[in-house]
């Protein structure tokens, strides 16, 4: 697995402004708290239209969402697809050996020079080089085996919620923006 890096200090800015005005706009509504007035600095201000003020935090929590997200594509890579693929592989192991045994039934045992993820043959479909007879100097021929997404649906899910959620990368970047949404949605 690839070494985790720290976040930057952009997108460290934007993502404490978008997780304060998420968590304010929460509050305000499972609170049903009413602003009427506010006091700060020994300055008070009183408001005859306190609906604006959930107004103003939908669109600065908007605002922020969007810096968030244009901060957080410029990251560097995160490692996801490869810890999906070592994932993947290392779940659907038992399920690759099985179907290589009933492709190739005279040749069970036969090596696999593949991991799932090396080549696709279609959109949900990947090959995998199967050593599938001796030839005549001691070497094997090669095939390939297809698996198809569907054959390792559920390795797949498993991976790939995984490879996202049991790494600080879930916390530190997509747990950020499913606030946001949910913050806008319960404010509507």
Excluded at 8 to 31: K, P, V, W
Excluded at 86 to 106: C, H, V
Aim: hydrophobic share 45%; charged share 20%; aromatic share 16%.
């Amino acid at each position: 697995m690839e070494k985790a890096h720290d976040l930057s200090a952009g997108l460290l800015r934007q993502r404490r402004n978008l997780i304060l005005t998420c968590s304010a706009l929460i509050f305000l509504h499972y609170a049903q708290a009413e602003i009427n007035s506010f006091q700060i600095l020994g300055l008070s201000a009183t408001f005859k239209r306190p609906e604006v003020i959930i107004l103003g935090l939908k669109l600065m929590t908007m605002y922020f969402s969007y810096r968030y997200w244009l901060y957080f594509i410029q990251e560097p890579s995160f490692g996801i697809k490869f810890e999906f693929y070592r994932r993947l592989n290392q779940y659907a192991n038992k399920k690759i050996t099985k179907l290589r045994d009933d492709e190739y039934p005279d040749g069970k045992g036969l090596e696999l020079y593949e991991d799932l993820g090396v080549r696709k043959s279609g959109i949900f479909t990947w090959s995998i080089m199967v050593g599938s007879e001796k030839d005549g100097v001691g070497g094997e021929n090669t095939g390939y085996l297809s698996v198809s997404m569907s054959q390792v649906w559920w390795q797949s899910l498993k991976a790939g919620v995984l490879a996202i959620v049991a790494r600080s990368f879930f916390t530190d970047y997509i747990f950020p923006l499913i606030l946001a949404v949910f913050a806008i949605y319960v404010s509507l």
